[in-house]
């Protein structure tokens, strides 16, 4: 099959540069670091499960536990970094949020 007859695409408009992938192969989710927004998608349909909104360019994205996400913004040149609750404890992994940090 060609590329185009199964590919997906995801967009929201506003939000530009997706530039920062993580994939969670466990949850079959795929984290999404874009400018001023962070996405998590399902990996076989590509359908939104959760997103929040960040501080300006999201640069760095990495798994950190089963229920965090690290990840570091631009911050209008005053870089900031976070752990980011992906999974609110005792809650179920099919239906993860992405919660804002608490940035000081």
Sequence with gaps: ???????????RGG?????????????GLLYV????????L????VELKAATDCFN?????????SSHLYACGTYAFQPK??????????????TRQILPPNLP
Excluded: M
Aim: hydrophobic residues 40%; aromatic residues 14%; contains cysteine.
């Design 42 to 45: 399902a990996t076989g349909t």
């Design 15 to 27: 939000v530009s540069h997706y530039l920062t992938l993580t994939l969670d192969e466990a949850e």
């Design 33 to 40: 670091g874009a400018r001023e927004a962070l996405f998590a």
């Design 57 to 65: 360019y999201v640069r760095f994205l990495q798994s950190y536990n």
């Design 81 to 94: 970094c976070t752990y980011i609750v992906s999974r609110a404890p005792g809650g179920d992994p099919k």
């Design 1 to 11: 099959a060609e590329l185009q007859d199964v590919a997906k695409r995801f967009w």
